[in-house]
């Protein structure tokens, strides 16, 4: 749910206000309270796995370790993040998360003995070369999808995502003496219990079909936050118990102890953060009135990429007072060179006016629930260096990540 700037949050105007005097914005901003109440509302799943590639801060990691939050990698970048933020790799704490290896990364899940979340078959042949008696789960396509959009749906014959016939992962796993102690599933259902039901009664199908002694199912990740007043906050509870009956079956049927897991991203982050910008113009196009900030989809990417919805909130950069009261269709947009730079669209690309209260140049906007895939989906597009990060924990605000110079990107080059 948006967090508005009043104060009764911890991120409110007067903060924000002297954050922007000594950071100058754009800039993200975290709230460490938000991602520690999300932590604890999981609390009833044996592991809590953070999908790190939604915010992949080391800070946030660390935050993340603290609460007993253990995590997922999806890339050689995200494993070192995990060592560097003192995961242990021995003991689960992080599990690789891939759909294929290529050699380095290979190499590193040898060496540090990471247990590897297999998305193909190849996956473990290589790794079973390598390796043999790794630890191993399976991520497991089961045949239909769901996502909020063509780009997030995991499952299904139109997605890349983990393997098709899991039955044919056994004689690779015997052949190499791979050790199998998980099953994944990474489909997210949203609110849709019926939906989630079909997960896993499919989670149940396939622990049977391959009937080895696993110790883990996992839930994979997509629980979905409330980005508009009029989203509904997921059933947590009802959520919980629709897996739990799931892992009580297996445990059954494989007559062992299997623990459950569950590995969001979103979920955990995402109302914790906001963009911070600065309206730079405001211009008529015949009947649209456009308003141009100082962040672009090169900082926040989710909107050209899925048509998402942020809320906005207005910061008056003068004296005035703010008159909600009396609105105008305004289009937000950034200052890329790309047409599609445009924060308020649909997820074909349609713009999508937003009523707003009258935005003055020198306004800074805010973009609400930004946590969740804002910094970590950043590019230099443009030339643009990546903005701060901001975190606010018991009180304190500490700059989490710099302002990256124009000249590192340059000395790439050199
Ligand atoms: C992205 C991802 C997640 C997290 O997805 P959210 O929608 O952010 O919860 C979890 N598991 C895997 C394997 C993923 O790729």
Same mark, same amino acid.
């Given at each position: 749910m948006p967090q508005l700037l009043n104060n009764n949050n911890n991120l409110n105007i007067k903060n924000i206000k002297l954050l922007i005097q000594k950071y100058k914005s754009p800039f993200w901003i975290y709230d460490a309270d938000i991602i520690l109440k999300k932590i604890h509302l999981l609390k009833e799943f044996d592991i809590i796995r953070f999908a790190q590639k939604a915010c992949s801060n080391t800070h946030i990691l660390r935050l993340m370790k603290k609460n007993n939050v253990k995590i997922d990698a999806v890339s050689l970048g995200e494993i070192e993040r995990a060592l560097f933020s003192g995961f242990n790799p021995q003991n689960g704490e992080i599990i690789f998360t891939a759909d294929i290896l290529d050699d380095d990364t290979l190499s590193k899940v040898v060496d540090f003995k990471i247990p590897v979340n297999a998305g193909s078959l190849d996956m473990l042949e290589q790794l079973g070369?390598?390796?043999?008696?790794?630890?191993?789960?399976?991520?497991?396509?089961?045949?239909?999808?769901?996502?909020?959009? @063509?780009? !997030?749906n995991t499952g299904g014959e139109n997605s890349k995502h983990g393997i098709w016939e899991p039955n044919l992962a056994l004689p690779i796993i015997k052949k190499y003496h791979l050790k199998l102690i998980g099953l994944h599933m990474h489909i997210g259902s949203g609110v849709n219990f019926d939906h989630l039901q079909k997960v896993c009664q499919s989670m149940i199908d396939?622990?049977?079909?391959?009937? $080895?002694?696993?110790?883990?199912?996992?839930?994979?990740?997509?629980?979905?936050?409330?980005? !508009?007043?009029?989203? $509904?906050?997921?059933?947590?509870? $009802?959520?919980? @118990?629709?897996?739990?009956?799931a892992r009580k079956k297996i445990s059954t049927l494989l007559n062992t102890n299997i623990k459950l897991e569950i590995e969001p991203g979103r979920f955990l982050v995402a109302e914790s953060g906001m963009l911070i +910008?600065?309206?730079? +113009?405001?211009? @008529?196009?015949?009947?649209?009135?456009?308003v141009l900030i100082n962040a672009g989809f090169n900082d926040l990417m989710r909107p050209t990429m899925y048509g998402s919805y942020h809320y906005i909130s207005i910061i008056p950069g003068n004296n005035r007072k703010i008159?909600?009261?009396? +609105?105008?269709? !305004?289009? *937000?947009?950034?200052?890329?060179?790309?047409?599609?730079? *445009? /924060? !308020?669209?649909?997820?074909?690309?349609?713009? $999508?006016?937003?009523?707003?209260? *009258?935005?003055?140049?020198?306004?800074?906007?805010? /973009?609400?629930? +930004?946590g969740a895939y804002g910094a970590s989906m950043s590019s230099n597009y443009n030339t643009r260096p990546l903005i701060p990060e901001i975190l606010l924990n018991k009180h304190q605000f500490k700059v989490i990540r710099r302002r990256q110079t124009i000249q590192e990107i340059l000395n790439l080059e050199k």
């Open positions: 070369k390598k390796s043999p008696g790794h630890h191993v789960w399976l991520r497991i396509n089961p045949k239909f999808g769901y996502g909020h959009s @063509k780009k !997030t396939n622990a049977l079909l391959i009937n $080895q002694k696993i110790s883990f199912i996992s839930a994979g990740g997509g629980l979905p936050i409330p980005y !508009t007043f009029d989203d $509904q906050p997921i059933d947590i509870n $009802q959520y919980f @118990k629709v897996w739990n009956i +910008t600065q309206v730079r +113009t405001v211009k @008529k196009m015949g009947k649209n009135n456009f008159n909600e009261k009396k +609105t105008i269709d !305004t289009i *937000i947009a950034g200052p890329l060179c790309e047409s599609g730079d *445009i /924060f !308020t669209q649909q997820e074909d690309g349609t713009i $999508q006016k937003r009523r707003l209260p *009258i935005i003055e140049i020198g306004d800074y906007l805010i /973009f609400h629930d +930004t």
